[in-house]
């Protein structure tokens, strides 16, 4: 098993790890209704996805 020559500082580890972040998810406006949803995600209000219907809200309520 790989063993290291020498022990890894705190602060170079941490300056290595400085680009692992959560990034914000990119958000788009459904074209049906005007809400706010993320890309690639059906519309939680209206049920609407790439302008055609995926889930019809009215008959699940």
Known sequence: MAHPKSKISRQRRNKRRTH?????????????????????????ECGFYRGKLAIDKAATI
């Open 20 to 44: 692992y972040k959560a990034e914000a998810p990119t958000l788009a406006t459904c074209s049906n209704c005007g809400t706010t949803i993320q890309y690639h995600r059906v519309c939680p």
